[in-house]
């Protein structure tokens, strides 16, 4: 009796793995992860500063001495972001899986500075990533 429960207890907890390890599972189409695709989501403009996020968030270290250092952090693909002024961060992403190193190129001549961008917006648990499709700097 006792082997015969320690088999079923057995059994029902090598399923219970079983379906747990196939959750998280990623559907792709066509090579593309499927959710990557931004041809539904509408274009948004964010205004605020062009910040290093490592920086920021580490150290709340932003503004004009902070050029050089955000020059640095962004070609090393370190993540960048723009700051609302209402507080939000929009960290900005390239376009599915691109590089950051490649994807901030564009970006460094706005260091620290106020900006507008117009992109898509994805936000996810409190997060907020944005693809920017255009960037200029604010008046």
Known sequence: MKLSLCLLVFVLVGSLNISFA???????????HAGHHA???????????????????KHN????KHKDCFKDCAEKGLPIGILTADHKIYQISGEGHADLKETNKKFVKFAEEQVIAK???????GTNMMVVEGIKKAN
Request: charged share 25%; glycine share 18%; aromatic share 4%.
């Open 22 to 32: 196939s959750g998280g599972e990623h559907h792709e189409e066509k090579g593309v």
């Open 39 to 57: 041809k539904d989501t509408p274009d948004v403009v964010v205004k605020g500063q062009l910040i290093g996020m490592t920086c920021f968030i």
């Open 61 to 64: 270290s932003k503004g004009e």
């Open 119 to 125: 992109g898509k917006v994805f936000s996810s648990n």
